[in-house]
C-alpha cells in the first residue's frame, strides 16, 4: 500500500513538474529575477520601501543634492553647450487587474544518521496567490482581494528526529488534510498603511523577512527558522492584520482567533478559545551604509488552556497536572537582520546576519524561551543562487516536561540547517540542504537529515 501510495505521489509530482515547465516556458520573463526568487522583492510590503531603499541600490546610498557629475568645461572659443533640461521620470505603469502566481515544490529527504529509519521521502506542495484589483470590477483601486489555494502530497520526515517540523512546506496540524483556502481583503491608503482582514496564511508574512525570505520553498526548510513557531500565532490566522509606515518605522498590529483555522473557515470556532494580539515596531538601522531592521514585538492572547491544536499529542499533558492552569499569554520577541554585504554589480544581491529571541511566560504556552542566529544571502560569484547557515534552539516549559515525564522524557531542542540553491534557469531553483538536530525527544539520538528541493515558480 505505501509503495502504491508512493508511486501515485511520483506521477503525480511529475505531472506537476512537466506543467510547470511548460508554463514557465511560456510566462513572461520577469524584470528582477533575482529579487522574486528570493522574496526580497516583496519585502516592501512588510517592511515599508524605504527600509529596503538602499538595498535596491547598486551605490548603496545615494548622492545628496548638487553632488553629481560636473558639467565638462567648454573648449577656446566655443561657447558652452546648454545643458538639457532634465526629463521628468515616466508615469507609472497602471496597476494590474489580476495577478496570479504559481509556486511549486517538490522533496527528497533521508536521513543519514540518528533513530529514523532510513527511507528515502518523496514529497511536494504547490501554492496558488491570487490578486484581484478593485478596479477590476469597477471598484476602489485602494482594494485588493487575495486568494490562496495550498495542496500538499507525499511522505516528509516532519516528526521523524526533532518536534520543530523539518520541512516547513509539509507543516499542518496533526490530522488535518493536504488541502486549505485562504482568502482575504486588503484596502490600502494613499499614505501607504494597509488594512488585511480575513484568513491569512502566516507563511507569507515569513516569506518576506528580509534576509531570511523563507516561506517552505525558498530558503530555510526547518519551522524553527522559516516560521519560528511561538506557540501563541496559528500557522493560518482568520482576523486583521494592520500596519502602518512612518519614516523610518513600520509599526503592525494584529487581533486574530487563536485557533488555528487550516481547513476552517474561520466561523467554527468564532473565538471561541479567547482573542490573539500582536503589536509590533520596526525600525530601518544601518551599519557601514548597509541596510537592516531591527524589530520588536509583543504577542498574546486571552487563551485559558495550552494550544491543544497545535500541541503534538504525544506532548498533551494528562488533567490535573501543573501545565495548563494558567490563563492569558504573552511573550516578547526581539529581531535583527543585517545586510553585511551588497554587490554594485548585482543590484539588491548580498549576504548578512539574521536573528531572533523570543521569551514567553510559559504557561499556558508551551514554549518558554526559543531563538536562532546565522548568515544567509546570495553568494557574489553566482547572485542569482542563495545560500544559508544558521543554529536555532527551542526550549519546552518546565511544567509540561514535569507533567509527561512519567510517559515521555523531554529536553531542549537544537540544530543546525545550511543551505544552497542553485538557480539554472528563470523561475527554475534547485536546493540542497542539510540539518542536525539534537531532539527534544530525550532518547533519540542527534539525527542528520539530507534533502533536495526542486523549486518551479510562473
Given amino acids: 500500500m505505501a509503495f502504491a501510495t508512493f508511486n501515485r505521489a511520483r506521477r503525480f509530482g511529475l505531472a506537476t513538474s512537466a506543467l510547470a515547465l511548460s508554463c514557465a516556458a511560456l510566462s513572461p520573463a520577469h524584470a528582477e529575477t533575482g529579487l522574486a526568487e528570493t522574496g526580497l522583492a516583496e519585502a516592501g510590503s512588510l517592511l515599508d520601501a524605504e527600509t529596503f531603499a538602499l538595498a535596491a541600490s547598486s551605490t548603496a546610498t545615494p548622492l545628496p543634492a548638487g553632488e553629481g557629475p560636473a558639467p565638462m568645461p567648454a573648449q577656446d572659443g566655443a561657447e558652452a553647450a546648454p545643458q538639457a533640461a532634465p526629463q521628468a521620470p515616466p508615469p507609472p505603469p497602471p496597476p494590474e487587474k489580476v495577478r496570479l502566481r504559481v509556486v511549486a515544490s517538490q522533496f527528497l529527504e533521508t536521513p543519514v544518521a540518528g533513530d529514523a529509519p532510513s527511507d528515502l521521502n518523496y514529497s511536494g506542495r504547490i501554492d496558488g496567490y491570487l490578486e484581484v484589483g478593485g478596479h477590476f470590477y469597477g471598484g476602489s483601486d485602494n482594494i485588493t482581494i487575495r486568494i490562496r489555494p495550498e495542496l500538499s502530497w507525499g511522505d516528509s520526515m516532519n516528526g521523524q528526529i526533532g518536534l520543530i517540523?523539518?520541512?516547513?512546506?509539509?507543516?499542518?496540524?496533526?490530522?488535518?488534510?493536504?488541502?486549505?483556502?485562504?482568502?482575504?481583503?486588503?484596502?490600502?491608503?494613499?499614505?501607504?498603511?494597509?488594512?488585511?482582514?480575513?484568513?491569512?496564511?502566516?507563511?507569507?508574512?515569513?516569506?518576506?523577512?528580509?534576509?531570511?525570505?523563507?516561506?517552505?520553498?525558498?530558503?530555510?526548510?526547518?519551522?524553527?527558522?522559516?516560521?519560528?513557531?511561538?506557540?501563541v500565532v496559528p500557522n493560518t490566522?482568520?482576523?486583521?492584520?494592520?500596519?502602518?509606515?512612518?519614516?523610518?518605522?513600520?509599526?503592525?498590529?494584529?487581533?486574530?482567533?487563536?485557533?488555528?483555522?487550516?481547513?476552517?473557515?474561520?466561523?467554527e470556532t468564532a473565538f471561541e478559545s479567547g482573542v490573539g494580539f500582536m503589536a509590533a515596531a520596526a525600525r530601518r538601522t544601518s551599519v557601514n551604509r548597509m541596510p537592516g531592521v531591527l524589530n520588536v514585538a509583543l504577542v498574546g492572547s486571552t487563551r485559558?488552556?495550552?494550544?491543544?491544536?497545535?500541541?503534538?499529542?504525544?506532548?498533551?499533558p494528562p488533567p490535573g497536572g501543573s501545565f495548563g492552569d494558567e490563563s492569558g499569554e504573552l511573550a516578547l520577541q526581539l529581531?535583527?537582520?543585517?545586510?553585511?554585504?551588497?554587490?554594485?554589480e548585482a543590484r539588491g544581491k548580498g549576504w548578512g546576519v539574521l536573528a531572533r529571541f523570543q521569551a514567553s511566560m510559559g504557561d499556558p504556552t508551551f514554549l518558554d524561551y526559543s531563538g536562532y542566529f546565522g548568515v544567509s544571502g546570495n553568494p557574489r560569484f553566482r547572485p542569482n543562487d542563495r545560500f544559508g547557515l544558521a543554529y536555532f534552539q527551542y526550549s519546552l516549559t518546565d511544567e509540561l516536561a514535569d507533567d509527561i515525564a512519567f510517559r515521555l522524557g523531554i529536553e531542549d531542542e537544537s540544530g543546525v540547517e545550511a543551505f544552497y540553491t542553485y538557480q539554472f534557469a528563470e523561475g527554475f531553483g534547485l536546493t540542497a540542504n542539510v540539518q542536525v538536530v539534537d531532539s527534544a525527544i530525550a532518547f533519540r539520538d542527534t539525527g542528520v537529515t539530507l534533502g533536495a528541493r526542486l523549486t518551479t515558480s510562473f
Wanted: proline share 7%; no cysteine.
Fill in 335 to 344: 529581531s535583527y537582520y543585517q545586510y553585511i554585504k551588497l554587490y554594485p
Fill in 237 to 267: 490566522l482568520t482576523g486583521a492584520m494592520l500596519t502602518v509606515p512612518s519614516g523610518k518605522w513600520i509599526y503592525r498590529a494584529w487581533v486574530f482567533d487563536p485557533d488555528s483555522q487550516y481547513q476552517r473557515t474561520g466561523f
Fill in 304 to 316: 485559558e488552556r495550552f494550544a491543544a491544536d497545535i500541541l503534538p499529542r504525544a506532548l498533551t
Fill in 165 to 231: 517540523p523539518a520541512n516547513t512546506a509539509l507543516y499542518r496540524p496533526e490530522g488535518k488534510g493536504d488541502f486549505d483556502l485562504s482568502a482575504s481583503v486588503e484596502y490600502k491608503w494613499d499614505s501607504g498603511a494597509t488594512l488585511e482582514v480575513g484568513k491569512m496564511n502566516v507563511l507569507d508574512t515569513s516569506g518576506q523577512l528580509p534576509i531570511v525570505a523563507s516561506d517552505g520553498h525558498y530558503g530555510f526548510m526547518n519551522l524553527g527558522l522559516a516560521l519560528p513557531p511561538t506557540a
